[in-house]
């Protein structure tokens, strides 16, 4: 099983800056299988990048990803209110299809 | 636009059964699979099940494997999840997902809804 470590835990931020989130693989994710979704208290996920570096429809361009083989990272340039949230990685390259524990991006 | 309703959750009892649904609109149905993906209170997200777009491939985590079943009825645009012999661990918020690909499978969800909680607790 390929196991999903993001870090930080939680990051506290003040609107306006940068957050980066990491993303690291326990073993190399094929063809770039990973994505992120982040997630408000009470809502069900919502996708923001496949592909590693895909925006999903809709995501504003603040939100990039990157990454390869078993580094990955999600930046969003300038955080917007509405962007604190949860933030999961999942691979989605080799059975079973597993998600990282989550980063807290919270309000500083 | 596309539109994921579950239902079906609530208290059952370790080893009764539970029939989750999810009511799919917004879009061509019966093109598309879908996936059970599920979140323990307070925790991470668990994918759980997916069938294919005509119902004829079915795969399980390990974790639910042999417990659980996924059907799907192309002429109600309805997807379940049959719980057989619920344990404590299995307690969560199930959320229906739209695999992002027609015809196939991506294991990436790009429409989910709203979720159901399922307790199990005697």
């Known amino acids: 099983e390929i196991v999903l470590t993001q870090s930080p835990g939680t990051l506290s931020l003040s609107p306006g800056e940068r957050a980066t989130l990491s993303c690291r693989a326990s073993q190399s994710v094929s063809s770039s299988n990973l994505g992120w979704y982040q997630q408000h208290p009470g809502q069900a996920p919502r996708l923001l990048i496949y592909g590693a570096s895909n925006r999903a429809t809709g995501i504003p361009d603040r939100f990039s990803g990157s990454g390869s083989g078993t580094d990955f990272t999600l930046t969003i340039s300038r955080l917007e209110p509405e962007d604190f949230a949860v933030y999961y990685c999942?691979?989605?390259?080799?059975?079973?299809?597993?998600f990282g524990q989550g980063t807290k991006l919270e309000i500083k | 636009q596309v539109q994921l309703v579950e239902s079906g959750g609530g208290v059952v009892q370790p080893g009764r059964s539970l029939r989750l649904s999810c009511a799919a609109s917004?879009?061509?149905?019966?093109?598309?699979?879908f996936h059970w993906v599920r979140q323990a209170p307070g925790k991470g997200l668990e994918w759980v099940a997916v069938?294919?777009?005509?119902?004829?491939?079915?795969y399980y985590a390990d974790s639910v494997k042999g417990r659980f079943t996924i059907s799907r009825d192309n002429s109600k645009n309805t997807v379940y999840l049959h719980m057989n012999s619920p344990r404590a661990e299995d307690t969560a918020v199930y959320y229906c997902?739209?695999?992002?690909?027609?015809?196939?499978?991506?294991?990436?969800?790009?429409?989910w809804g709203q979720g159901t909680l399922v307790t199990v607790s005697s």
């Open positions: 069938i294919s777009y005509d119902g004829g491939n079915k």
């Open positions: 997902a739209r695999d992002s690909y027609t015809f196939g499978f991506t294991y990436y969800f790009e429409s």
């Open positions: 999942q691979q989605y390259g080799r059975s079973p299809y597993t």
């Open positions: 917004g879009f061509t149905f019966n093109i598309y699979a």
